[in-house]
């Protein structure tokens, strides 16, 4: 009895070591058979030389599957040698399917060692940026579409979505490392235009732009969608006048002037490389001036930290988003009546409390 005892035990720990090992070659069977549910990796090309994306977060499905396989990463992964380039460039990007995707966007990061995950390797970095994107959404949807950007020098993340209906959505993550221009080819950037407070000047920082230099075609674009200026702001207080100098002689065609008050939770990146980037979309006072190269702009704005984005349009020239940040302080006369008032009333009160003690 108890060898039939003992037996059935055998039998039944037999029993249990095929099922684990049943399992075991079944899940390594499925993983071999999903192992072409990975999707393949977009491209960017830059200035003629490309790279192959980092894939990161993703739901992908396989051909004659019912269901989609996903992975979920901890940062935006990324080839470990960046493309190399000067601003503005042309970003050209190769989805790996000739179908339209339903959405896509580009998120632009500038990044610094510090936002690299360090336990990982083998030709990849992975990286979890700290600072807020710069969101590009393109419309019309394309299988290779163009983007046009003008970025401050440093290394940057681009970090890409892409969803399809029947086939699932990625991350694709790319390593670019902007350079300062080229001296060669610093003509087709736009000049800056001067704004001048109190006898202080500052030269404009450069946004959105399409720029001709001379017997070029077509003419060259670069966006940023951001409002870029200087970092250290011209000071002032309020009532003051702003003159405005544009770049050209002739008189734009048209010309926007905007105040915008700011904090630093709407800059885009620290100030760094004497530039500060400004989330795009903000909205300020709109404020009317002459179309001419130069005017003065007068000017009553509460105490406060300002971008004033101008925007100037020539024929035959070009376009340009030129932005300045100019901090305003309280008025020194109003400072001066604020404490001679409270000077008045605590020795009003010294008075009344000295005549209360004597009675």
Not at 234 to 258: D, I, K, M, N, R
Request: a negative charge; one cysteine or more; charged letters at 20%.
């Amino acid at each position: 009895m108890a060898l039939l005892n003992g037996g059935l035990k055998m039998n039944s720990g037999g029993r249990t070591i095929r099922i684990v090992v049943g399992i075991a070659i079944l899940c390594l069977f499925l993983l071999a058979d999903t192992s072409g549910a990975s999707p393949p990796p977009a491209i960017l090309e830059i200035n003629g030389n490309e790279q192959a994306s980092g894939i990161g977060d993703n739901c992908w499905k396989v051909e004659n599957e019912t269901f989609s396989a996903c992975a979920d990463y901890a940062g935006i992964i990324t080839p470990a040698e960046p493309l190399l380039t000067s601003s503005p460039f042309t970003a050209l990007l190769r989805l790996p399917l000739q179908e339209l995707p339903e959405e896509l966007y580009l998120r632009t990061f500038r990044v610094t060692d510090d936002d690299e995950l360090k336990e990982y390797g083998q030709g990849v970095r992975v990286w979890r940026p700290k600072g807020n994107a710069i969101n590009i959404y393109k419309r019309p949807l394309e299988p290779e579409p163009e983007f046009n950007l003008s970025l401050a020098s440093g290394l940057y993340v681009f970090s890409v979505g892409a969803e399809w209906k029947d086939k699932g959505s990625v991350t694709y993550g790319f390593l670019v490392h902007v350079n300062d221009r080229d001296p060669g080819k610093a003509s087709a950037s736009p000049p800056p235009a001067i704004l001048s407070i109190d006898g202080n000047e500052q030269a404009s920082g450069i946004g959105n732009n399409c720029w001709k230099t001379d017997n070029e075609k077509p003419m060259p674009c670069g966006d940023t969608f951001t409002i870029n200026t200087p970092a250290d702001p011209l000071l002032t207080s309020s009532p003051f006048t702003a003159h405005l100098s544009l770049p050209l002689q002739e008189s734009p065609e048209e010309l926007g002037f905007s105040a915008i008050r700011v904090t630093d939770d709407d800059a885009l990146n620290e100030a760094a490389n004497d530039f500060r980037a400004w989330r795009w979309g903000l909205q300020g006072m709109e404020i009317q001036v002459p179309l001419e190269s130069e005017s003065d702009i007068n000017l009553s704005l509460p105490p406060g930290l300002y971008v004033f984005n101008v925007f100037a349009k020539w024929e035959g020239k070009g376009d340009v988003s030129y932005g300045f940040l100019v901090q305003v302080y309280e008025p020194e006369g109003k400072k001066n009546v604020g404490f001679e008032f409270v000077l008045a009333i605590t020795a009003l009160l010294l008075v009344i409390t000295i005549r209360l003690k004597r009675r």
